[in-house]
T-cell receptor
């Protein structure tokens, strides 16, 4: 069974400061990794994904994440945050496809609320 | 183009009533997923459809929960004899490949 742990439930930062949201996962098989963002009263939006290849993944809105297989981590970073980045962020994993069958069931962490203060 | 839509956006019902939650996926998306999100938690998988076939229902909590996608497009999640513990945000997602899921705005269910 897979599990995802987001180590911080809330992260307050000041505008233009750097931020890191931490995510660790456990799985017995190789996984795909995702970060989603949820703005108030909106659906989940994909920020970035790691499927294969380079372990440093760049996403939308200036976010990036690095896949570290040995530490089973996929931390999300942004060098300079804006007020508009205030939202809840979810890390998620899914198993690699089995036999070419499209599936992709996601297991989510509990979320990290990022609050950017002026 | 249009994204995933869900209706109703909010549903308040009395304990013991049945509810039906609708999901209209992005046109052409083969895969459809239902998740449930309790307050302060991440979404939890309920069930998965590949076209009209329900290929995984392992996340449905009990037999009061059922889902269908009869024509491989719109899906309905039905909860019979609702209980207060069923109160949550119910999220639907669709995907063309399974790699990237597009989520709808969710239905907030409150059982009184």
């Amino acid at each position: 069974a897979q599990s995802v742990t987001q180590l911080d439930s809330q992260v307050p930062v000041f505008e233009e400061a750097p931020v890191e949201l931490r995510c660790n996962y456990s799985s017995s098989v190789s996984v795909y990794l995702f970060w989603y963002v949820q703005y108030p009263n909106q659906g989940l939006q994909l920020l970035l994904k790691y499927l294969s290849g380079s372990t440093l993944v760049k996403g939308i809105n200036g976010f990036e994440a690095e896949f570290n297989k040995s530490q089973t981590s996929f931390h999300l970073r942004k060098p300079s945050v804006h007020i508009s980045d205030t939202a809840e962020y979810f890390c998620a994993v899914s198993d690699l496809w089995a036999g070419g069958t499209s599936y992709g069931k996601l297991t989510f962490g509990q979320g990290t609320i990022l609050t950017v203060h002026p | 183009g249009a994204g995933v839509s869900q209706s109703p956006r909010y549903k308040v019902t009395k304990r013991g009533q049945d509810v039906a939650l609708r999901c209209d996926p992005i046109s052409g998306h083969v895969s459809l997923y239902w998740y449930r999100q309790a307050l302060g938690q991440g979404p939890e998988f309920l069930t998965y459809f590949n076209y009209e076939a329900q290929q995984d229902k392992s996340g449905l909590p009990n037999d009061r929960f059922s889902a269908e996608r009869p024509e491989g497009s719109i899906s309905t999640l039905t909860i019979q004899r609702t209980e207060q513990r069923d109160s949550a945000m119910y999220r639907c997602a669709s995907s063309p490949t399974g790699h990237e899921q597009f989520f709808g705005p969710g239905t907030r269910l409150t059982v009184l």
